[in-house]
Nanobody, 123 residues
Framework: QVQLVESGGGLVQAGGSLRLSCAGS????????MGWFRQVPGKEREFVAA????????YYSDSVKGRFTVSRDGAKNTAFLQMNSLKPEDTAVYYC????????????????WGQGTLVTVSP
């Protein structure tokens, strides 16, 4: 089993920055990929960014490309999402996922999820 705990969410004005963290524990050897998704009420969970275990491969949605940066620490058990130039439409609960196979862009490829952290961007 893998346990994931997100942190770093909060309230920020448009144009501001936040850095989210996702700390993994337990069977971290199976955390081949780590991804960030976000969800607003009434909508499906949306892909934001993902990173491979080797950190050679990073993926971004078009809506965040150039503003957000995904990274992973040396031990590869913690993932980060640096969010710059935030917009009100970035407001959502952000979830961290870890998994081993499938499309990086699909929630179904992630076997484990954190509890989520709320990001609110005011105009």
């Amino acid at each position: 089993q893998v346990q994931l705990v997100e942190s770093g969410g909060g309230l920020v004005q448009a144009g501001g920055s936040l850095r989210l963290s996702c700390a993994g524990s337990g069977r971290t050897d199976i955390m081949y990929r780590m991804g960030w998704f976000r969800q607003v009420p009434g909508k499906e969970r949306e892909f934001v960014a993902a990173i491979s275990r080797t950190i050679d491969n990073k993926y971004y949605s078009d809506s965040v490309k150039g503003r957000f940066t995904v990274s992973r620490d040396g031990a590869k058990n913690t993932a980060f999402l640096q969010m710059n130039s935030l917009k009100p439409e970035d407001t959502a609960v952000y979830y961290c996922g870890a998994g081993g196979s499938g499309s990086y862009y699909s929630p179904s490829a992630y076997n484990y999820w954190g509890q989520g952290t709320l990001v609110t961007v005011s105009p």
